[in-house]
């Protein structure tokens, strides 16, 4: 078993050798405080059978390549309001990321269910940059419009806000 945690060179880069050859075994996570992460996962896990950057494969005599990307990580305030522009409280939805992690079926990076406080609003730390969807969940409204448009892009090391028209 090798396991250690190691630093990458000025350029990002990492190079370990020697270690032992094997398929699909080495799991590796690229983490930095106040950025996202990225790692590599197992196939045939149940909640993601085919991963996009499965395990790596360690070749005897030969290179592994294996590459991530992480950025800092940016705030994401949500807030809801009605169509004369008040604010509609307790508002559930599903927010949904573009980036995929698992292919045949689609596994996406970030989906998860929210709701708005009693306020109308609804502050997400630490997200990571990418587009992400709304879908309104309540049985009470559907999303009449919002400002920006969704689906929002979100850039690294920012804060967005956006407004939701609940009808």
């Known amino acids: 078993q090798v396991n250690f945690t190691d630093t990458t060179d000025a350029q990002g880069r990492l190079t370990v050798v020697d270690v032992p050859p094997a398929a699909q075994s080495y799991q ?92 109308g609003t609804l502050a997400l730390q630490n997200m990571e940059w990418d587009t992400y969807d709304v879908s309104i969940t309540d049985p009470r409204y559907y999303l009449g419009g919002s400002l920006p448009p969704v689906p929002m892009q979100v850039s690294p090391n920012s804060s967005e806000t956006l407004s939701m028209i609940m009808e």
């Open 28 to 119: 590796i996570s690229v983490t930095k405080q106040n950025y996202s992460t990225d790692r590599t996962y197992a196939i045939g896990d149940p909640s993601n059978p085919s991963p996009l950057k499965p395990h790596a494969t360690v070749i005897a005599d030969a290179v592994t390549q294996v590459s991530f990307a992480i950025d800092q990580l940016s705030t994401v305030t949500i807030n809801t309001l009605d169509t004369v522009c008040s604010p509609r409280g307790d508002v559930v939805f599903d927010l949904k990321g573009a980036k995929l992690i698992g292919q045949s079926p689609d596994i996406l990076k970030y989906s998860q269910s929210h709701q708005t406080d009693t306020l």
